[in-house]
């Protein structure tokens, strides 16, 4: 099986540990990862912004990068939904019927924990975290992807976590991608109410299988000197008692949230 | 749809600041919404064959909207052979003609009205004012709303924004002006409230002649008339004056009784959390010696033909009015039903206005964007419209219709930018390296705590991510040699 990891721009630009994260915990399962070049961005900002048109080169892009794999991993709920959900309609939206049939048989594409469980059938990956984390399921790897309680499982797997249920868990965070910015205010109210219920588990880390919606969770927590740090689902699930414990490392380098991440790279980078 | 109702409303994110900071209106809310999702949670999941009730409630639907010119003229047949008169209104200056006109017919200067969401898109109320004719609300929290001097702020509960001790206030300070005032000494206590309203409504209900009423349901094959309500006042609208005028939209009618049973069981539980409704009203046209002599069903248009005619926007007039997507929204919950400029609010109003009334307001062009895009609207709606996918499409209409405008914004610079960049993967390396660097210039204890332009509406609130010193690309190439090979130099 030809697998190909697509870790999606926003991860590649600003979070590269999970994509680090996401090889190594595959790896450590027996699969062979390939990381196709030329891949950017799926479309998705263009795309849920109305640039529909934009998105069409993108959508091209995507297919013909991913092409003649078996299957495409991401570690991103919300991009593994744009690929699924609307692509379809961007090609349909292009009238070029060549990129409808080459959406057609692209080759499926995964949010990582589904490809964990379903595809490779595992919930035990052998990760060691012993930390207190709490998990927020992003919208659309819960009602556009249907991931379920698969993250949870994974999670629950996971030998020395204390892990804690997150009140209103299921209600939206306020990133919503643009929203962001062009709702700013209702957006914050929605993270505020986020944030409090986060800190209302008393966990250190926030956990998420979408680096969008922590990035913005994250954000908060770090203006308020919470002390709380984000941590995508693979970087949590790639740890082990002697490989990369992340949160261990970012604790000891005493900053939060992207901050640690960074941190945590400099330590690492050979 | 009204141009009275919410006039000059400014754009959602403007109109939602003054909201956010109201904490009286966000405590309202979260109880409201709060209590209402759990009840409408218990009501759904007792019901095994939710999923298949759903799907037939969008399915027939579907199915009626696409044959709806034979419908109506068959609604429309069995009305008139029942003894009811059906008007036909292209939009909200007729319908209100035609209503004014049916009133002043009878000679009659009051109506009494039960709650009827189109007579307040068509602004109804302000044109009969003008006519000299006083229209009194008496759904009760259509009543609080008018009494308040207010507009409403949700489909199922008017004044969801509102507080008992608000309410309380209310009474006491305008039921005069109307009617039977409020008993001196009224408490909050919600019992002593009903029964003020009670009173004051009494009054009204056995005084009027002439009744407005909205409709839930119009069913084609017996020419009937559903209205469906929790407080009985309008069972007393629809039966105690002598003449009745039914204003509703185009698209309220299903084909037949057994259709009807499909929308009794999602409706009820969807909307308040009921298993069946209290007050379900139906009649058909006229019956000798008993409710009123005259029946007028006007309906409405407004938009609805233009709606239909779009292959994806067309689904919301699938929408039953049961406000189960307001309750669960999260922007809803937080802004409330004011910020949407719009007689229909929260995620459904986002979708219906900017149909019916067209984008050529800034406020109707920004309410495809006033949406995380979470989707917990779709999973709730009992008819099934796919809100997210209404908001992309009125999204890509907004975008198109700026297309044309001379001078780009600089939204769609910066988008254009995003294109090429991210079309061209060198760019991208290149454009990361740079980022990388810069912030690092700028970012203080591996935080960026300020950036420029509209990047400040991110970090007026929140953190942003220092680029990383070497992107997840750049670390493959690096440490993965042998897969390295050239980026495609395809462009867009």
């Given at each position: 099986?030809?697998?190909?990891?697509?870790?999606?721009?926003?991860?590649?630009?600003?979070?590269?540990?999970?994509?680090?994260?996401?090889?190594?915990?595959?790896?450590?399962?027996?699969?062979?990862?390939?990381?196709?070049?030329?891949?950017?961005?799926?479309?998705?900002?263009?795309?849920?912004?109305?640039?529909?048109?934009?998105?069409?080169?993108?959508?091209?892009?995507?297919?013909?990068?991913?092409?003649?794999?078996?299957?495409?991993?991401?570690?991103?709920?919300?991009?593994?939904?744009?690929?699924?959900?609307?692509?379809?309609?961007?090609?349909?939206?292009?009238?070029?019927?060549?990129?409808?049939?080459?959406?057609?048989?692209?080759?499926?594409?995964?949010?990582?924990?589904?490809?964990?469980?379903?595809?490779?059938?595992?919930?035990?990956?052998?990760?060691?975290?012993?930390?207190?984390?709490?998990?927020?399921?992003?919208?659309?790897?819960?009602?556009?992807?249907?991931?379920?309680?698969?993250?949870?499982?994974?999670?629950?797997?996971?030998?020395?976590?204390?892990?804690?249920?997150?009140?209103?868990?299921?209600?939206?965070?306020?990133?919503?991608?643009?929203?962001?910015?062009?709702?700013?205010?209702?957006?914050?109210?929605?993270?505020?109410?986020?944030?409090?219920?986060?800190?209302?588990?008393?966990?250190?880390?926030?956990?998420?299988?979408?680096?969008?919606?922590?990035m913005h969770i994250g954000g908060t927590l770090?203006?308020?000197?919470?002390?709380?740090?984000?941590?995508?689902?693979?970087?949590?699930?790639?740890?082990?008692?002697?490989?990369?414990?992340?949160?261990?490392?970012?604790?000891?380098?005493?900053?939060?949230?992207?901050?640690?991440?960074?941190?945590?790279?400099?330590?690492?980078?050979? | 749809?009204?141009?009275?109702?919410?006039?000059?409303?400014?754009?959602?994110?403007?109109?939602?600041?003054?909201?956010?900071?109201?904490?009286?209106?966000?405590?309202?809310?979260?109880?409201?919404?709060?209590?209402?999702?759990?009840?409408?949670?218990?009501?759904?999941?007792?019901?095994?064959?939710?999923?298949?009730?759903?799907?037939?409630?969008?399915?027939?639907?579907?199915?009626?909207?696409?044959?709806?010119?034979?419908?109506?003229?068959?609604?429309?047949?069995?009305?008139?052979?029942?003894?009811?008169?059906?008007?036909?209104?292209?939009?909200?200056?007729?319908?209100?003609?035609?209503?004014?006109?049916?009133?002043?017919?009878?000679?009659?200067?009051?109506?009494?009205?039960?709650?009827?969401?189109?007579?307040?898109?068509?602004?109804?109320?302000?044109?009969?004012?003008?006519?000299?004719?006083?229209?009194?609300?008496?759904?009760?929290?259509?009543?609080?709303?008018?009494?308040?001097?207010?507009?409403?702020?949700?489909?199922?509960?008017?004044?969801?924004?509102?507080?008992?001790?608000?309410?309380?206030?209310i009474f006491l300070r305008s039921m005069g002006?109307?009617?039977?005032?409020?008993?001196?000494?009224?408490?909050?206590?919600?019992?002593?409230?009903?029964?003020?309203?009670?009173?004051?409504?009494?009054?009204?209900?056995?005084?009027?002649?002439?009744?407005?009423?909205?409709?839930?349901?119009?069913?084609?094959?017996?020419?009937?008339?559903?209205?469906?309500?929790?407080?009985?006042?309008?069972?007393?609208?629809?039966?105690?004056?002598?003449?009745?005028?039914?204003?509703?939209?185009?698209?309220?009618?299903?084909?037949?009784?057994?259709?009807?049973?499909?929308?009794?069981?999602?409706?009820?539980?969807?909307?308040?959390?009921?298993?069946?409704?209290?007050?379900?009203?139906?009649?058909?046209?006229?019956?000798?010696?008993?409710?009123?002599?005259?029946?007028?069903?006007?309906?409405?248009?407004?938009?609805?033909?233009?709606?239909?005619?779009?292959?994806?926007?067309?689904?919301?007039?699938?929408?039953?009015?049961?406000?189960?997507?307001?309750?669960?929204?999260?922007?809803?919950?937080?802004?409330?039903?004011?910020?949407?400029?719009?007689?229909?609010?929260?995620?459904?109003?986002?979708?219906?206005?900017?149909?019916?009334?067209?984008?050529?307001?800034?406020?109707?062009?920004?309410?495809?964007?006033?949406?995380?895009?979470?989707?917990?609207?779709?999973?709730?709606?009992?008819?099934?419209?796919?809100?997210?996918?209404?908001?992309?499409?009125?999204?890509?209409?907004?975008?198109?219709?700026?297309?044309?405008?001379?001078?780009?914004?600089?939204?769609?610079?910066?988008?254009?930018?995003?294109?090429?960049?991210?079309?061209?993967?060198?760019?991208?390396?290149?454009?990361?390296?740079?980022?990388?660097?810069?912030?690092?210039?700028?970012?203080?204890?591996?935080?960026?705590?300020?950036?420029?332009?509209?990047l400040s509406r991110w970090t007026d609130t929140?953190?942003?991510?220092?680029?990383?010193?070497?992107?997840?690309?750049?670390?493959?190439?690096?440490?993965?040699?042998?897969?390295?090979?050239?980026?495609?130099?395809?462009?867009?």
């Amino acid at each position: 099986m030809r697998i190909a990891l697509f870790i999606t721009c926003l991860n590649d630009t600003l979070f590269p540990a999970t994509g680090r994260a996401v090889v190594t915990l595959l790896e450590r399962l027996g699969c062979r990862v390939e990381f196709p070049q030329g891949q950017t961005c799926c479309g998705q900002m263009h795309f849920n912004t109305g640039y529909q048109r934009d998105c069409v080169p993108l959508v091209r892009r995507f297919t013909e990068v991913f092409a003649g794999y078996d299957a495409v991993v991401t570690p991103s709920g919300s991009c593994a939904g744009m690929v699924r959900e609307q692509y379809g309609r961007v090609a349909e939206l292009s009238g070029d019927a060549r990129l409808s049939t080459a959406v057609q048989e692209a080759p499926p594409v995964y949010e990582l924990s589904e490809f964990l469980v379903d595809v490779l059938g595992v919930t035990d990956v052998g990760a060691y975290f012993p930390h207190r984390v709490t998990y927020h399921p992003t919208c659309h790897s819960l009602r556009m992807l249907g991931v379920g309680d698969r993250p949870l499982a994974l999670l629950r797997a996971v030998r020395g976590i204390d892990l804690v249920e997150l009140g209103a868990a299921q209600q939206c965070c306020g990133f919503g991608g643009t929203f962001a910015l062009k709702n700013a205010d209702t957006s914050v109210a929605m993270c505020t109410d986020k944030v409090r219920h986060v800190l209302d588990t008393g966990a250190d880390v926030l956990c998420a299988g979408d680096n969008s919606c922590l990035m913005h969770i994250g954000g908060t927590l770090s203006r308020l000197r919470t002390g709380v740090r984000v941590m995508h689902l693979a970087e949590i699930l790639a740890s082990t008692e002697t490989g990369p414990d992340h949160a261990a490392a970012a604790a000891s380098a005493g900053v939060t949230g992207p901050a640690a991440r960074r941190a945590v790279e400099r330590t690492k980078t050979p | 749809m009204s141009d009275t109702t919410f006039l000059g409303m400014p754009a959602f994110p403007v109109a939602a600041r003054d909201a956010l900071r109201d904490s009286q209106l966000r405590g309202n809310l979260a109880r409201a919404t709060g209590t209402i999702r759990t009840r409408r949670a218990a009501a759904v999941g007792e019901q095994d064959d939710w999923e298949e009730l759903r799907e037939a409630g969008r399915a027939l639907k579907e199915r009626t909207l696409r044959h709806l010119d034979r419908y109506l003229l068959q609604l429309e047949e069995k009305v008139t052979a029942a003894g009811g008169q059906v008007h036909w209104a292209r939009d909200a200056e007729e319908a209100r003609r035609i209503v004014v006109q049916l009133v002043q017919d009878t000679g009659e200067r009051e109506v009494v009205k039960v709650k009827s969401m189109v007579t307040q898109e068509i602004g109804l109320n302000e044109a009969l004012a003008e006519a000299g004719i006083d229209a009194y609300e008496t759904d009760l929290a259509e009543l609080i709303v008018q009494l308040g001097h207010d507009q409403p702020s949700h489909i199922l509960v008017p004044a969801i924004h509102r507080n008992r001790a608000e309410i309380r206030e209310i009474f006491l300070r305008s039921m005069g002006e109307y009617g039977t005032p409020a008993p001196a000494g009224l408490d909050d206590d919600p019992r002593r409230l009903a029964e003020a309203a009670r009173r004051h409504l009494r009054e009204k209900f056995l005084r009027a002649k002439v009744a407005v009423s909205g409709v839930n349901f119009l069913v084609a094959e017996t020419g009937t008339a559903v209205v469906v309500e929790s407080e009985g006042n309008g069972r007393m609208c629809l039966t105690l004056p002598e003449t009745l005028i039914s204003v509703t939209g185009i698209e309220k009618v299903v084909p037949t009784w057994q259709d009807l049973e499909v929308y009794l069981q999602l409706l009820p539980r969807s909307s308040t959390g009921e298993r069946m409704n209290p007050y379900t009203s139906t009649w058909t046209g006229t019956t000798a010696e008993d409710g009123p002599r005259t029946f007028h069903l006007v309906l409405v248009d407004g938009g609805r033909t233009d709606t239909l005619a779009d292959p994806v926007g067309r689904q919301v007039l699938n929408c039953i009015r049961c406000s189960a997507c307001l309750n669960v929204c999260p922007v809803y919950e937080r802004v409330g039903g004011h910020t949407y400029g719009s007689v229909y609010p929260g995620p459904i109003g986002a979708v219906l206005s900017p149909q019916l009334r067209g984008t050529d307001s800034e406020a109707d062009r920004s309410l495809p964007f006033a949406s995380s895009l979470c989707g917990a609207c779709y999973e709730v709606c009992p008819v099934k419209i796919d809100i997210p996918r209404v908001l992309l499409h009125l999204r890509a209409r907004v975008v198109e219709q700026e297309r044309e405008r001379r001078l780009p914004k600089p939204e769609r610079l910066a988008m254009t930018a995003a294109r090429w960049v991210l079309t061209r993967p060198s760019w991208l390396s290149a454009a990361q390296r740079a980022g990388g660097l810069g912030s690092r210039l700028v970012a203080r204890r591996g935080r960026l705590g300020r950036l420029p332009g509209p990047l400040s509406r991110w970090t007026d609130t929140r953190d942003a991510p220092v680029p990383a010193a070497e992107s997840f690309s750049a670390w493959w190439r690096r440490t993965h040699p042998e897969t390295r090979r050239p980026a495609r130099r395809r462009q867009s």
